[in-house]
């Protein structure tokens, strides 16, 4: 049984940092995992996601509304997959998700990913 526990969810003012993390359990080794985000009345949305071309190297993709702020980064060894989110605006509140796919590579579309967290809120005050 897969599961994924984001952390790391707060409220800050914009233009501060926050870091989230995800951690998977039972998952596939070097499977991709990728960062979505909720906001209230609003469809998810993709933010970043990493694909894993070997043990410890892996493509990074982004959003372009967080391309140059946000840095996702992996930890194959430990399954865990981190959100490094800077510069933040107050567009950037959301519900953030982690998702695990099944296979090594991921991208920007929800069906790519088989395991969801539960998410953690963002909340950035102006």
């Known amino acids: 049984q897969v599961q994924l526990v984001e952390s790391g969810g707060g409220l800050v003012q914009a233009g501060a940092s926050l870091r989230l993390s995800c951690a998977a359990s039972g998952r596939t080794f070097s499977s991709g995992m990728g960062w979505f985000r909720q906001a209230a009345g609003k469809e998810r949305e993709f933010v970043a996601a990493i694909s894993w071309s070997g043990r410890f190297t892996y493509f990074a993709e982004y959003a372009d509304s967080v391309k140059g702020r946000f840095i996702i980064s992996g930890d194959n060894d430990r399954n865990t997959v981190a959100l490094q989110m800077n510069s933040l605006q107050l567009e950037d509140t959301a519900v953030y998700y982690c998702?695990?796919?099944?296979?090594?590579?991921?991208?920007?579309?929800?069906?790519?990913?088989?395991?969801w967290g539960q998410g953690t809120q963002v909340t950035v005050s102006d």
């Open positions: 998702a695990l796919s099944s296979t090594h590579s991921s991208g920007s579309m929800p069906d790519e990913y088989s395991y």
